[in-house]
T-cell receptor, first 115, second 113 residues
Framework: DQQVKQNSPSLSVQEGRISILNCDYT??????FLWYKKYPAEGPTFLIS?????DKNEDGRFTVFLNKSAKHLSLHIVPSQPGDSAVYFC??????????????FGKGTLLTVNP | NAGVMQNPRHLVRRRGQEARLRCSPV?????VYWYRQLPEEGLKFMVY????????ESGMPKERFSAEFPKEGPSILRIQQVVRGDSAAYFC???????????FGPGTRLLVL
């Protein structure tokens, strides 16, 4: 049972345009969400996170939007750069109850930014 | 400025052998987590350790897998009598405190022949 779903295995965008990566979750207990970026042969690198008490968090070119009623979040990258080409993982955890360390990951979306 | 270090980066074992994966957390981090990524899958939580203590091993297979984080030295994930289904990338992460961001190492890619 996959609790965090990234339904698009890949996404291709032009440099300078917006990249939108989507993520859906099924577990209503999740209250903390993260995006990680991963280059080949490296470990995931933390990008940005959002708590369920917010619906938006912004950090430079990266913005994460959370729609709790739809159990959906998205990562926007504006403007996209070739160096953003990587696999992006959506992850979620239950921040309360003492088990927030247990991250549940989606399968990832491969973003390719074309020059 | 050393991040999480894992070795070996690649490990080849034959069925029935033992695999030992090592993880050195970021200096000063006392919380270590192990995740496994099977081909075409996302990372899956295996175990959470603090120094000399296993806090949560709910994601670990009940047999053949064990983990430790001794007072001195790296954390070790040990897989006994490996099978082909154990072939995966194993990632270690660390954090300074429980509710802090987890920093991941580059992973160990285990191939079981």
């Amino acid at each position: 049972d996959q609790q965090v779903k990234q339904n698009s295995p890949s996404l291709s965008v032009q440099e300078g345009r917006i990249s939108i990566l989507n993520c859906d979750y099924t577990n209503s207990m999740f209250d903390y969400f993260l995006w990680y970026k991963k280059y080949p042969a490296e470990g995931p690198t933390f990008l940005i996170s959002i708590s369920s008490i917010k619906d938006k968090n912004e950090d430079g070119r990266f913005t994460v939007f959370l729609n709790k009623s739809a159990k959906h979040l998205s990562l926007h990258i504006v403007p996209s750069q070739p160096g953003d080409s990587a696999v992006y993982f959506c992850a979620a955890s239950v921040n309360s109850g003492g088990s927030n360390y247990k991250l549940t990951f989606g399968k990832g979306t491969l973003l390719t930014v074309n020059p | 400025n050393a991040g999480v270090m894992q070795n070996p980066r690649h490990l080849v074992r034959r069925r029935g052998q033992e695999a030992r994966l090592r993880c050195s957390p970021v200096k000063g981090h006392s919380h270590v987590y192990w995740y496994r990524q099977l081909p075409e899958e996302g990372l899956k939580f295996m175990v959470y350790l603090q120094k000399e203590n296993i806090i949560d091993e709910s994601g670990m297979p009940k047999e053949r897998f064990s983990a430790e984080f001794p007072k001195e030295g790296p954390s070790i994930l040990r897989i006994q009598q490996v099978v082909r289904g154990d072939s995966a990338a194993y990632f270690c992460a660390s954090s300074p405190l429980l509710q802090e961001t987890q920093y991941f190492g580059p992973g160990t890619r285990l191939l079981v022949l």
